[in-house]
């Protein structure tokens, strides 16, 4: 049996956070509570609705605790995410129908909130998008914290750690990230967990290396064994060999030395060798990103998607709401620009009262720019907070999912209505730029006439590359097929330059294109004014810009226009970054 134990074994999980972490494992207890539904007397029921209020009630004051504690080292953008779960704990869906499960059916409180939990996770599991799917992990780190309360077990804090170990956990909530002490925590492994949870984004933002959604990792490793995790590839490999110990430990070394040598470039700019400027911006979903954004050097954010405001909520959030999010955002990167993209929600991905669910293709259905003009209040709601925003730094806004001038017309007719409402009300931007995504056909094939309604277009490589070839982004077997060098992609790409240029606005791409290096010459050479990417790509892109001339890339995107496949377009691309860039892809 011990040998077994210290045979090396490797497994793959899903790289959450970058980086190469060695040492010791430390299981901490992060196991979900056990809890049974029992019937109670008919006379208990108060008493059983008093227990769920007081450990809801405690697991606030536990949140506030921890808030205080972690004040003197985390600034407040970090901090938010204990408020999002303060703000679960005040769900109206969450204490409503837990309290009406034990009135009506009469059971117990660990019951009626399991229950609940169940309606929550039902829900969420069949939301296609991943992103939103996960936020289901927060309502049920907030449940498992209510649930331990009510039966009174106790969970170690993470700061009570000491020595190097990796922490090995069922899973870990944005809270037990925000505790992790760099020194003493090397990295994290969970069973559960994706990539766009919000412990695997703050885990980015503080650089923790971490492996998530390893399924059953508890069960296969003990205390004092020895772990390499690779926060990158999502490998994971138990007591290593020598050989695999001294081969990580160079990658480790080598990680570190390209991450340094690329933080170099933070302050430089974004500009090739014959001084053409491009402007290297973030896409981000929260706040606390920023501090990433600041640290790889941003030309600001190119794409906010606002969609995180509406989860986890049965209710929409209110113009107040809305805006001092996006007030808090704008003051923290002023005096750089903020674009922020108006809710891409709808299908199945609606969380609002609409009920929605019963569209045959949901990508093709009620959502974004069409769910926002069915939903005018909503989006009228929205557009105010955002303009209110404008007040307090360079605000850009735009719309999601596009696919013709008459719905451009009316969101801007919206917005008219909602300056005239807010003049000699609020103060704002009277000529804040208004863009267009450009994702769908549609949008490309009229981009002369999309042009003269706007201020700038993004190109959403993801939708656009999905809608032109009919691969379905989210679907693991087609993804050989999702080909960014598709000769009718790059085809488009240049339709949509060329027609913003021809009428003098700006082109972007905030699609996972933008955030490649090995496409940088194509989409420079093309003419793009600015690519927005998660922030650790920033770097990354600017080493590849500053070494290309304008004139050289574009003979590369004049070159690869001509391919009639990917997979030539794809040959060819990878030869001359190997023959002009090798070094800078190390
Ligand atoms: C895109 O489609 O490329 C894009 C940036 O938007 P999202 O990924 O949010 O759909
Ligand atoms: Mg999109």
Known sequence: MDSERNESRQLKGIGASAGIAIGEVRITDRRRVAVTEVMVAREEIPCEVERFTSALERAKGELYALKDQLASTHGPEHLCVIDAHLMLLDDTMLVGETTQYIE???????????????????????????????????????????????????????????????VVAHDLSPADILQIDKEKVMGFITDLGGKTSHSSILARAFEIPGVVGLERITGEVQDGDTLIIDGATGVVIINPSQDEFKEYLQKKQRYEYVERELLKLRDLPAQTLDGHRMRLKGNVEFIEETASLEKHGSDGIGLYRTEMLFFNRSTLPTEEEQFEAYAALVKKMAPLPVTIRTLDIGGDKCLTDLDLSDEMNPALGLRAIRLSLRQPESFKAQLRAILRASAFGEVKLFFPMVSGVAEVRA?????????????GRHPFDEKVQVGIMIEIPSAVVIADLLAAEVDFFSVGTNDLIQYTLAIDRTNEHLSSLFQPLHPAVLRSLKTI????????????????MAGDPEYLPILLGLGYDELSMNAVSIPRVKKILRRCTLEEARAVAQKALNFATAAEADAYLKGEIAARFSESFD
């Open 104 to 166: 009506r059916l009469g059971i117990n409180a660990e019951g009626a909130l399991k229950r609940t939990l169940g309606r929550f996770k039902t829900f969420f599991e069949g939301v296609e998008d991943d992103y939103l799917r996960e936020r289901g992990n927060d309502v049920e780190t907030v449940v498992e914290r209510v649930l331990r309360n009510m039966v009174g077990e106790k969970q170690e804090p993470l700061t009570k750690i000491d020595g190097k170990v990796i």
């Open 497 to 512: 330059v060329d027609a913003a240029h021809a009428a003098g606005i700006d082109a972007c791409i905030c699609g996972e």
């Open 411 to 423: 969101a801007k007719a919206l917005l008219e209505e909602v300056k005239e409402e807010l003049r």
